[in-house]
């Protein structure tokens, strides 16, 4: 590799270092109660709000699952969850995913769903078609395959994709899974494990 090729491979590094650092802690309006109440789980009437932006086919946000679900168990009576779609370009499956996360949505199984996605991530998607996997999925979850099907071509729910991804870029956000608490932004696994309950403490006694 020439060493013109490794400076630019270094600076990119660095730059995305660098941008996620600038993210920690950054204030930013979410709109969370835009969502609908199928992706929402928690206290309803909660101080805090932690709103997550993700993508099905992103590792590191299925990594982030239990750090997120330590946290609504730590504050059962003060945090509510709120899910963004966040597709991103480079992973070819995120959209349909998030299509198929939908549909079990709109039959009331969303955060079983979304938690299958991401447990079973590594079967559908390196496949070359995953649609016969996020119906056998949404079998499993007793939900009517056939409904399923139909919702997940729906018009109306690549329109709430599309809105979900605009509204994403809209305020910015640098990576998947990024987090606000509140309107206070945290970017990936370690921010959120190292100061998400220091944050949700912070905004509990404002």
Known sequence: MSQSKKRWIV???IVGVAVVSV?????????????????QTGAPRA???????SDFQCPKCGAVVP?????????PKD???VFHHAPLKQHKWAIPAAHAAESAGLQGK?????????????????STDPK????????DLGLNADQFTTDMDSVFIAETI????????AIEVPATPTFFINDRMLVGDTQLSGNGARYIEQELVR
Do not use: C, N
């Open 11 to 13: 600076g990119l590094g």
């Open 23 to 39: 993210a920690l802690g950054r204030r930013t309006p979410t709109f969370s109660g835009d969502a609908p109440a199928y992706r």
């Open 47 to 53: 101080r805090v709000v932690i709103s997550e932006y």
């Open 67 to 75: 750090i997120v679900k330590g946290l609504l168990s730590a504050y």
């Open 79 to 81: 945090v509510r969850l």
């Open 110 to 126: 969303f955060w079983e769903y979304a938690e299958t996605l991401f447990s079973k991530q590594t079967e559908w998607s390196p």
């Open 132 to 139: 016969p996997f996020f119906i056998s999925y949404a079998k």
């Open 162 to 169: 599309r809105k979900e991804k605009a509204h994403a870029d």
